[in-house]
């Protein structure tokens, strides 16, 4: 029983399971996340790492920045995973997803900078600066 208790903490946060419905459609960039949910670094690899704590997503790392994907090798947590994409409306990540796809266009057009995955992620953390 104690190894479910981290995999229902991590879906008991709407960050951590707006994460998730994002990577439904592939991997991200934890720059790509901190784009989409207009949120800091830190705060975004606090949640990706309660969800990789669970189980729930996996990374490989390029150059400076960690890649995220959901983790379906465990059968029940796959189970667990589908029925959070199937149950949240598409709506509820609807602007995260705009903005993700804003980043993404910016992002093929951008020159990268040497180690990072992206040449806009300053541009980010400009933008959340901005907002506080």
């Excluded at 606090?46 to 150059?63: D, N, P, W």
């Excluded at 959901?70 to 409306?89: A, H, K, N, Q, W």
């Amino acid at each position: 029983m104690t190894d479910l208790l981290p995999v229902f903490k991590a879906l008991s946060d709407e960050t951590r399971l707006k994460v998730i419905k994002l990577l439904q459609h592939g991997e991200l960039c934890v720059c790509d996340i901190m784009a989409a949910f207009d949120m800091s670094q830190s705060k975004v690899s606090f949640h990706l790492g309660v969800l990789k704590g669970a189980g729930l997503v996996k990374k490989r790392k390029e150059g400076k920045w960690m890649h995220y994907t959901i983790d379906d090798t465990d059968y029940f947590r796959r189970l667990l995973i589908l029925s959070v994409m199937e149950g949240l409306p598409e709506d509820v990540v609807k602007s995260d997803r705009e903005r993700l796809h804003d980043f993404l266009n910016e992002k093929v057009n951008a020159t990268p900078a040497a180690g990072n995955c992206c040449a806009n992620n300053a541009a980010v953390r400009g933008n959340e600066k901005r907002r506080r």
